[in-house]
């Protein structure tokens, strides 16, 4: 879509912002795991049609099972 100047001329349409996570080069994402986990200890991730649970240990780390 094109946005119309003041002056009728043709502006150019913004870029929109990335969303987060996403980077604006299409490079790697990063996240944050308190957005991940929110007030969750355990999380599962469907990849390749296999299911994973990520969760946080008692000591702070991250631990992902099959």
């Known amino acids: 879509m094109i946005n119309q ?7 150019p349409q913004k870029t929109p912002a990335p969303y987060e996570g996403e980077t604006a ?3 790697e994402a990063t996240y944050s795991s308190r957005d991940l ?5 355990e999380i ?8 994973y649970r990520l969760r946080i240990t008692r000591s702070g780390g ?5």
Request: no cysteine; proline share 4%.
């Open 37 to 41: 986990f929110r007030d969750k200890t």
């Open 44 to 51: 599962r991730i469907e990849h390749q049609g296999e299911m």
């Open 5 to 11: 100047a003041p002056n009728n001329e043709l502006a």
């Open 62 to 66: 991250l631990l992902l099972n099959k």
């Open 25 to 27: 080069s299409g490079g």
